[in-house]
T-cell receptor, first 115, second 109 residues
Framework: DTGVSQDPRHKITKRGQNVTFRCDPISEHNRLYWYRQTLGQGPEFLTY????????KSRLLSDRFSAERPKGSFSTLEIQRTEQGDSAMYLCASSQLGQGFYEQYFGPGTRLTVT | GQNIDQPTEMTATEGAIVQINCTYQ??????LFWYQQHAGEAPTFLSY????GLEEKGRFSSFLSRSKGYSYLLLKELQMKDSASYLCAGTGGGNKLTFGTGTQLKVEL
């Protein structure tokens, strides 16, 4: 078990460009979550998948954001036409699925800077 | 709404005990999680409460009162490495987490 991994760890892009982030969850975890965190704030929920199905999207996820988990394993988060307000840490987390509550394991995050 | 409120900053002395409070609106949450986050790192799980009462885990304990919408995290025998942000998070459908802004704890000598 190597934990949740994210790639890249840092991304600097110019306003208007598209970016794509990747998350590899813990292998046996069915659920995968994306969060966004800005300085001095707690993470904010963006979306989550159960296997390959995207079950919920936050109002924060504008039309410029899209996420996929095509084979129920890794996931990608794409931001089109980036804006300076998109600058944040993008965190991915995964958890098991079952009765009760399961802790979410977070990846190291991708820090996006839009110039 | 599902607001979660916690103090922004706290300072405590090495070796002491500190209690970090968290209040939330009772509708929508089935459980309460606590995470620790060091600067520049990902959040790491500390504890969760589903039922009322105290959950103890080594130097860390967490308490929940569902009727009052109140939780606290208790840290004993503070160490310098405990300086971090402590995030209170409510969980409901889909187990998605709704986080507070975090409490930045500074442990001093």
């Amino acid at each position: 078990d190597t934990g949740v991994s994210q790639d890249p760890r840092h991304k600097i892009t110019k306003r208007g460009q598209n970016v794509t982030f990747r998350c590899d969850p813990i292998s046996e975890h069915n659920r995968l979550y994306w969060y966004r965190q800005t300085l001095g704030q707690g993470p904010e929920f963006l979306t989550y998948f159960q296997n390959e199905a995207q079950l919920e999207k936050s109002r924060l996820l504008s039309d410029r954001f899209s996420a996929e988990r095509p084979k129920g394993s890794f996931s990608t988060l794409e931001i089109q036409r980036t804006e300076q307000g998109d600058s944040a840490m993008y965190l991915c987390a995964s958890s098991q699925l079952g009765q009760g509550f399961y802790e979410q394991y977070f990846g190291p995050g991708t820090r996006l800077t839009v110039t | 709404g599902q607001n979660i409120d916690q103090p922004t900053e706290m300072t405590a002395t090495e070796g002491a005990i500190v209690q970090i409070n968290c209040t939330y609106q009772t509708s929508g949450f089935n459980g309460l999680f606590w995470y620790q986050q060091h600067a520049g790192e990902a959040p790491t799980f500390l504890s969760y409460n589903v039922l009322d009462g105290l959950e103890e885990k080594g130097r860390f304990s967490s308490f929940l009162s569902r009727s009052k919408g109140y939780s606290y995290l208790l840290l004993k025998e503070l160490q310098m490495k405990d300086s971090a942000s402590y995030l209170c998070a409510g969980t409901g459908g889909g187990n998605k987490l709704t986080f507070g802004t975090g409490t930045q704890l500074k442990v001093e000598l």
